[in-house]
């Protein structure tokens, strides 16, 4: 496939694909979510505040995590490991996010799922297009070695495909297919492309669908759809499975998913409380 990890490179200077569809990907979320926001009657300074969170989060929360899944090799090349280019886990960085912009809701004094519900499009474009961003440079982000008509290789990714420069992608081909020849360039799952068409599916429903802000409903569909989503591509992804026969973010998928749950099993509660302040006061009457 072909690709440019590096778009321009001046000196020290470096600009790459990787980095400029992450910066399309925020610009995007920002401009739907400060638009949701203003159709909804929030303050936009307070989206800002999010956004800002959002960011710091979602990039040490996604360090963090993949530290903690690779953490041998982070032991002997630290280092290496927390200023590489590559290598983000990106269910730790909406872990991280959450909690930060939980906090920051509640100084606000605005109901958290309220702005939850408004903020999730947002989430979900900027995922879809960031995950666009792993195809493009070639991350490593990939999944195992298939012979599938859509398949992908990266020979030129910033984690290439070829044998010679991937020998552990090697090994594992020769394990899944033994008695091939290991090809020269090993095409692969291309499982970003697979979870960026997932939540672009999930944006249109967030978006199309008359959801009734409040009462979280909106967010507890976002966490479910995509802690699905997540849970089944990595049974196809690089990832180690160290936790009862599952990778670390099939377990914070799983636990996005009962959250879900638990948000909608109790949403009705919410905007019955909602409803209930909205309504008029009742009037004695004086007969």
Known sequence: MGMHPILFEYGPIRIGSYGVTLAIAFISAFLLINREFRK????????????????????????????????????????????STTGFSVLGGYVLAL??????????????????????????????????????????????????????SFPKGLVSTLSAENPPLAALYAKL???????????????????????????AILLLVNWRIGGGRRFAFFMVWFGVSRFFVEFIRLNPFVYWGMSSSQVLSLLFILGGIIIAATSSARLARIDAAAAPPVVPSED
């Open 99 to 152: 909690i930060l912009c939980i906090v920051r809701v509640r100084m606000s004094g605005e109901p958290f799922f309220r702005i939850a519900d408004i903020y999730v499009p947002g989430m979900a474009i900027g995922y879809a297009i960031g995950r666009l961003g792993c195809i493009v440079a070639g991350d490593g982000c990939y999944g195992l070695p298939c012979e599938l008509p859509w398949s992908m």
């Open 40 to 83: 909804n009657n929030c303050d936009v300074e307070l989206a800002w505040d999010l956004h800002f969170f959002a960011i710091f989060g979602g990039m040490i929360g996604s360090r963090l995590l993949f530290i903690f899944e690779n953490f041998k090799a982070f032991l002997a090349d630290p280092v290496s490991m927390i200023f």
């Open 177 to 203: 297919f033994p008695g091939k020849p290991v090809p020269i360039d090993i095409y692969v799952h291309p499982t970003p492309l697979y979870e960026s068409i997932s939540t672009f599916i999930l944006l």
